[in-house]
Structures are given as structure tokens and as C-alpha cells.
T-cell receptor
Framework: NAGVTQTPKFQVLKTGQSMTLQCAQD?????MSWYRQDPGMGLRLIHY???????DQGEVPNGYNVSRSTTEDFPLRLLSAAPSQTSVYFCASSYKGTDTQYFGPGTRLTVL | EDKVVQSPLSLVVHEGDTVTLNCSYE??????LLWYKQEKKAPTFLFML????IEKKSGRLSSILDKKELFSILNITATQTGDSAVYLC???????????FGQGTTLQVKP
């Protein structure tokens, strides 16, 4: 199993550009989440999904969209990037909410 | 508002010392508390705690949860330089997989 994979590893955007951060898992996990990590702020939940076709907002959802058309994939979309979205983004998955979350390697995003 | 608070925010010790990291929480629909270790990459899982008073151990690391006083501690005995990392505490709400993280404690172990 590859576990949780994220692409790209690094990305630089200009303000106003759009992009999609990809996340995929091959463990047949139902639960998937996106977090951002900023210095001194720990990880903050952006959006999460408890299964294909079901998504919900986390703590800091503004400026981000998600969809979950398959169990394996949970892409995070930035429609119009802003410098405040400069951060490290982690995707995580678990079999159910009762299980350990496995994290992807992260995407370091810089918005100029 | 749900919150998870870790203390101290940073800690510097010497090899062989014992450290205790604290995590307090105020979270509705608590289901479990998790500890992660993060070393300049993705967090890696350490412990999941769901019941009060039951200590979980893994080598030199141990953790315990107090659901009455709403806190958990992570102990590391005989610290080594390889223990240097950010230690994250997170609380899971109900059965959603939704985690609320604390700010993290940065531990530096000097030789």
C-alpha cells in the first residue's frame, strides 16, 4: 500500500491563481480530512469527509472547496489564492472515526 | 468553542532527562485523545486514549488521560536526541474523524 499520497510537494502561486491539491489513499478509508499547519498554530481542520459524496466544513473552510466523488480521492481546491493561504497542507485518512488517522507527506504552498 | 491547549509550547532538556508534556481540552462530544510526533514532515501516530486512568506505553513513552479533569500527559523518560520533535495533541469529536489539534510542544533534547 502506498498509504496517503499528496501532490504536489511544493507549489508557488500568484495571488488570484487557482489550483487543486491532490490527495489519494489506497487503504479503503472512509474518513478523509484536510488540515493546514501554520507556525505556532498547530494543525487546523479545513474540510473533512466521512464517505464518498459527503463533505463538511472544518475550522477554517473559507477560500477552499472540496469534493469526494470516490473513496480514494479527496482534492482540495483553491479558487483564488491569497497570501494568507501560504501554509503546509496535510491530508489524512482513517478507516472510521474510531481509527487512527494516517497523514500524507504534506504540500508546502506559497502564495505571492 | 472547542479548544485544545498544550503546555509548555517549547522545552529544552538534556539527554537522559524525563519530560512531561501537557494537553488540556474543552471539546464537545469527546471521543478520544491522540498524541502525534512530528519531525519536519507529516505527523506520526503515538497513542490514542479513550478511557480515563489507563496508561498506554510504548518503550520510553507513556500517556494517560483524565476525562474528569479534561487533560492528558505524555511522558518521555531517558530522553534521547532523536526525541527532538514537535509533539501534537488532538481530540477527536464523536465518530466523525474530525480532529481538533493543540498548538504543539516543541521539544529539543541536547546531547
Amino acid at each position: 500500500n502506498a498509504g496517503v499520497t499528496q501532490t504536489p510537494k511544493f507549489q508557488v502561486l500568484k495571488t488570484g491563481q487557482s489550483m487543486t491539491l491532490q490527495c489519494a489513499q489506497d487503504m479503503n478509508h472512509e474518513y478523509m480530512s484536510w488540515y493546514r499547519q501554520d507556525p505556532g498554530m498547530g494543525l487546523r481542520l479545513i474540510h473533512y469527509s466521512v464517505g464518498a459524496g459527503i463533505t463538511d466544513q472544518g475550522e477554517v473552510p473559507n477560500g477552499y472547496n472540496v469534493s469526494r466523488s470516490t473513496t480514494e480521492d479527496f482534492p482540495l481546491r483553491l479558487l483564488s489564492a491569497a497570501p494568507s493561504q501560504t501554509s503546509v497542507y496535510f491530508c489524512a485518512s482513517s478507516y472510521k472515526g474510531t481509527d487512527t488517522q494516517y497523514f500524507g507527506p504534506g504540500t508546502r504552498l506559497t502564495v505571492l | 468553542e472547542d479548544k485544545v491547549v498544550q503546555s509548555p509550547l517549547s522545552l529544552v532538556v538534556h539527554e537522559g532527562d524525563t519530560v512531561t508534556l501537557n494537553c488540556s481540552y474543552e471539546v464537545t462530544n469527546f471521543r478520544s485523545l491522540l498524541w502525534y510526533k512530528q519531525e519536519k514532515k507529516a505527523p506520526t501516530f503515538l497513542f490514542m486514549l479513550t478511557s480515563s486512568g489507563i496508561e498506554k506505553k510504548s518503550g520510553r513513552l507513556s500517556s494517560i488521560l483524565d476525562k474528569k479533569e479534561l487533560f492528558s500527559i505524555l511522558n518521555i523518560t531517558a530522553t534521547q536526541t532523536g526525541d527532538s520533535a514537535v509533539y501534537l495533541c488532538a481530540v477527536e469529536k464523536s465518530n466523525t474523524g474530525k480532529l481538533i489539534f493543540g498548538q504543539g510542544t516543541t521539544l529539543q533534547v541536547k546531547p
